[in-house]
């Protein structure tokens, strides 16, 4: 069973991030850069909220704003959940799924240290059992 920080080992740390009073245009413009589908935001050091497609698609396309004109810190998503490197793949998946969510922030001795995705963790789980088959599969056959 790998945990979150084996993940993150695998995948790589990068942090991508974007201050609140940053444009939603420039979140956009280092989403594409980066090809990402959220940044975290970060004021004075600390995770203040996330900024997603999501709600840039439910928060400006919508309701007619533009994207030059709005701060990220209005509409960033406030409530940031968090994983910690030890915590297992399951245990990750348990929490997105029960938060719908699909970015999380990694904290090891509370420092931020990585961010993984619904599709790092399902790739990541999916390279288990498959594994887990191929070895059974020997088992079974004797090779």
């Not at 007619?64 to 004109?69: H, I, T, Y």
Request: charged share 25%; aromatic share 6%.
């Amino acid at each position: 069973m790998h945990t979150i920080g084996q993940l993150l080992e695998g995948k790589g740390k990068d942090i991508w991030s974007i201050a609140p009073h940053a444009t939603v245009f420039e979140a956009l413009q280092i989403m594409a850069e980066k090809n990402v589908g959220a940044l975290l935001v970060i004021d004075n050091g600390k995770v203040v909220g996330i900024f997603s497609e999501r709600d840039y698609a439910r928060k400006v396309i919508l309701k007619g704003k533009s994207s030059k004109d709005i701060s990220v810190g209005d509409l960033m998503t406030k409530e940031v959940f968090y994983i910690k490197s030890q915590n297992t793949l399951e245990e990750c998946m348990a929490l997105m799924a029960a938060k719908h969510i699909r970015h999380m922030p990694v904290f090891e001795n509370n420092q931020l240290i990585g961010v993984v995705t619904l599709g790092d963790v399902v790739k990541q789980i999916i390279s288990d059992q498959e594994f887990t088959i191929r070895e059974l599969g020997k088992y079974i056959t004797g090779h």
